[in-house]
Nanobody, 114 residues
Framework: QVQLVESGGGLVQPGGSLRLSCAAS????????MGWYRQAPGKQRELVAH???????NYADSVKGRFTISRDNAKNTVDLQMNSMKPEDTAVYYC????????WGQGTQVTVSS
């Protein structure tokens, strides 16, 4: 069983920064792909970024150069540093662990607005 707890969402102005953190529990976490997805109102959930157990990241084109994903395998955490944020980054962000199945956090709201 995998449990995910997210933190760090909130309101930020355009051009600002925010950092999301996710703490995971479960025996498979250290060998799984960990990542972040987001879902804006009226839109489908989409991949923001994920990172393999070996530390290889992958980003959606819309966030490349602005967001950075990192993980700590010893602590079973995955973070998302978001810089130069835009209003279109507004969404509920979900932590994800992928190992045979998808496991999801409860989601955290991120709002980019002046």
């Amino acid at each position: 069983q995998v449990q995910l707890v997210e933190s760090g969402g909130g309101l930020v102005q355009p051009g600002g920064s925010l950092r999301l953190s996710c703490a995971a529990s479960g025996s498979i976490v250290s060998i799984a792909v960990m990542g972040w997805y987001r879902q804006a109102p009226g839109k489908q959930r989409e991949l923001v970024a994920h990172i393999t157990s070996g530390g290889v990241p992958n980003y959606a084109d819309s966030v490349k150069g602005r967001f950075t994903i990192s993980r700590d395998n010893a602590k079973n955490t995955v973070d998302l540093q978001m810089n130069s944020m835009k209003p279109e980054d507004t969404a509920v962000y979900y932590c994800n662990v992928k190992w045979l199945l998808d496991y999801w956090g409860q989601g955290t709201q991120v709002t980019v607005s002046s």
